[in-house]
């Protein structure tokens, strides 16, 4: 009789890569619930139209490229990407804005380089930043929060989406922003003046990142992920903020906590940054990447051009992964401490 | 409390171990037919001592080792030796070997065979001798002898000596039945292993999955300095540099021996299989095996005889092969699948593993490498699994190295916890046979180039000399002619009789050889070349590397290379010797160029009339053209009446001479 010849080994565990993509799904849901709550139905109408062009694009670009698209479209790892770029761009976006930043996402920050595992940058956050240097205005617009601002409904949420002509948003400056170009009040004045500040942060945006935050938690305790480039991030973003403080003077960058629960913060931390694809590798190489991540995060923040920055420190810091493996690769078992030549 | 290590990384695969120890360990009894291979240890394989249709007795030896790392064969039971030829065997290339097949009598009819349970009066070197003598390798799965692993270096000192009684794999339970009801002999076999390495402590060290395993050693060692030490389980906490940092918290260096760092380990069925040959005299032709998997209906432990086919044991315990779609020696982890169920149980199939398709199916499709590092977490030698895969694709072998692919265990944690499928260890595995067959072909390269680099060097080297000689022999040439005046015609066969002494001269003087002597040196350094192969075939032997066959195959070349040299200086020497009665003077090179002289000028003496006058002729004919030339370069450059009249004079002259001699030659014809 014919025996099966397989290589060991013969087990295997019950993880798969559609399995983690699907965990990482679940785990935006708090988040998206809190940003719907605060800005309204905007996110949901994004990630919905821009799953569907995530579809789309990825069954295209495999079509091209020769490959079958129904066994790589189960991976779901372009609904992720649907997902994190439609999360990170501003509610009642224009259905054209998130057709070509998907597009972009896709194609050249994946496809490009050979798909799901080639691509050095992270698609969702190569889609952001083709968006945001080539529509500066409509990505630089965000609602106003829930009690500043009326909320569209979902009807006014499509309408803006695939109508963008018949729509008339109420918006105002993000926290961040208020911050950065604050020069003359303290920090206590601001927050007193400023309606879209809350008990921490902005109004919306505290609660938007400790809800990515639990999502972040509950992948680390599914072991999608490590806890250390996450947690590098944010203890670099939290220091710099301690040290530039400045006692809440007119001059201050903002609290840590103000920089922890501001912006996309924990979304970056925990679903941006931690993409394993385009980051460092080892332990020790995580941790550097991730607190390099936070510092980027904190200076574009306060001393740059953009009201946030985690787009731009992530994909500067892709650039940096393969050389911070070269320098961060552990120490095999029976090999001397630190006894690496070259 | 002793204080337990962890090592990095490890995996929690289900067990599946319950199933096999409901039972006490059952006897597999005498199959018709046992196929022993020849080869079932790392190092040279056994050479067949018996004949076919010889009748051999149960522990009779029926191949003897060859070299230092192999081990004996012996007739696990009565009967004939049917055959000794080529058939599958359990390895994982799935290809055939030799085997020694024996066709059982059913009497199982035991050799005379006595132990020696004080073993204390015995010294190390016998002790080894016993265990080498009863064919004892490693049973946990590389099967490396254990008189080899035992011999200890003069420069190591033995701290720890660690019996390994973890099994991680799941599923097997060997050495789990083995403590439950044999941890008496574990014990006593500890002992002697102490005795023999004289260490500074004696440890068990045994998973916390196995309770009864570990209260029935405690319950054994109590009363001796043996330590049963129980640790968490965690796969693969069994790999030898595993258990050894999890026990000393140290680690082997890479490339090393447990022994740098003071450590020897030793399988627990090993350790039994050392007690029952010491104490009792028995060599090993029977192991406990499991016998597990969806596809028996009684998975159990068996004491099985070496050589049973693997079919005959499966049945035994209610094989459903209908329900089954591979064949597992050893784990699911480690274990390799074995290319048909006729293969026969070796010392080293700890188990036999007959899974159902739901139980563990085939993999699907590997999908692309997302680098989650989830491998990097699970490697228990810290390596970076997604780093190799992707330099192992891209066939970047520097990397590779740098990377530290060959500290790979190929414990297959990462494999396991990959989330895309991808068979990691397979990709290893295929680098690292690229990468040692690059490197063999490279030192191939560097030795042909070595050789290539002498040879040059000879040739230029013999070539100046030559060149010295011949300076040598014009000196002294030189020399003669100036004492012999430096007029004068010289004697031709004088001058023969000098340069022929010059040259024995100068031969003997050193620089030349003769031919005897020629063929003397290369059966020196054939014999030289052969104590460098051996050298090297025994250290490769000592290290179980797998350049073994290649380097035999090397020594048996120059052994080949070293007798026709000897034969050929035998025969030269004979007719040498025979050359040296038929001559009555020796045949050197100064009486032959001597009569070479004699020969010559003989010849010209004898030339007949006939051919003289026609040299004559010649001569005077060239003689007048000359002169013709001359006379008339003379008047074309108007030179002096005298001269040109004279110049006439002599080209008439020899004219006539030349008519003369034109005359003679027809004379001579006519005469």
Redesign the interface.
Known sequence: ?A???????????P???A??MQNVLLATVPGIIVLTHFFGFGTLVNIAWGCVVAVACESLALKLRGRPPG??LR?C?ALVTAFLLCIALPPYSPWWLIAIGIASALFLGKHFYG????NPFNPAMVGYVVLLISFPVQMTTWAAPRGVGELPGLLEALQACFNPASFDAVTAATPLDVMRQNNSLLVEDLWQRTPQFGRWAGIGWEWANLAFLAGGCWLLYR????WHAPLAMLASIALLAALFYDGGSSASGGSPLFHLLSGATMFGAFFIITD??S?A???RGRLVYGALIGVLVYTIRVRGNYPDAVAFAVLIMNFAAPFI?HYT???????ARGGKE? | MRKIFD??GG?H??ENKHQSVRTPIADAGIPPELVIPLSQHIGAPAVPSVAVGERVLKGQVIAQPRGFVSVPKHAPSSGTVSAIEDRLIPH?S?HSAPCIVIATDGQDEWIAHSGTPDYRQLDKAALLEKIRCAGIAGMGGAGFPSAVKLSIQPHHTIQTLIINGTECE?YITADDILMRERAQQIIAGAQILAHLIEPGETLIGVEDNKPEGIAALRAAASGTDIEVVEFPTKYPSGGE?QLI?ILTGK??????LPADVGVVCQNLGSTVAIHDAIVEGRPLISRVTTVTGNSVREPQNFQVLIGTPMRYLLDRAGYE?ARG????M?G??????????RVPVVKTTNCL?A?TEEE????P?A????????C??AC?????P??LFWFAQGKEHEKLE???LF?CI?C??C???????I?L??YY?ASKAEIQQQRRDHEKAEHSRQRFEARQERLERAEREKEEKRAARKRAAEEKARQAGGDGEEDPIQAAIERARAKKAVQQAGGGESELEKLEKAVVSARKRLETASAKLAEAQAQGSDLVDALQTGVDKTRGKLEAAEKALQDYQASDSAAAQDAAQPGDAAQAAIEKAMAARAAEASLSPQEKARKDLKKLEQRLQKSRDKLAASRESGEEEKIIEALEATVTRLQDKVEEARIAVQDAEEA
Not at chain 1, 223 to 226: A, L, M, S, V
């Open positions: 009789m025996l099966l010849r397989l290589s060991s080994p013969h087990a295997h565990g993880m798969s890569t399995r983690v066994f790589y991976d790892s798909g799901l595992g080639y072991r999608i992920f490590t394993p694809v980051s590798v080892s332990v493996d690769q552990p120490r095999t078992y029976g090999h070259d | 090592f990095h995996i695969p289900p994982p799935g799941p540099k940092e680690q082997v260096p890479s490339g090393g092969p779609n591979r064949l597992i050893g699911p982890m480690m274990g390799f699948t074995v290319p048909d169920d593993l899974p563990l199916p085939t993999p499709p999908q692309a490498c997302i680098r989650c590092g989830m990097a977490e228990p030698v810290s390596l970076l997604q780093q740098q990377h530290n500290d190929e297959g944690a494999s396991y916890v990959c989330p895309s499928n068979p260890v397979q595995r």
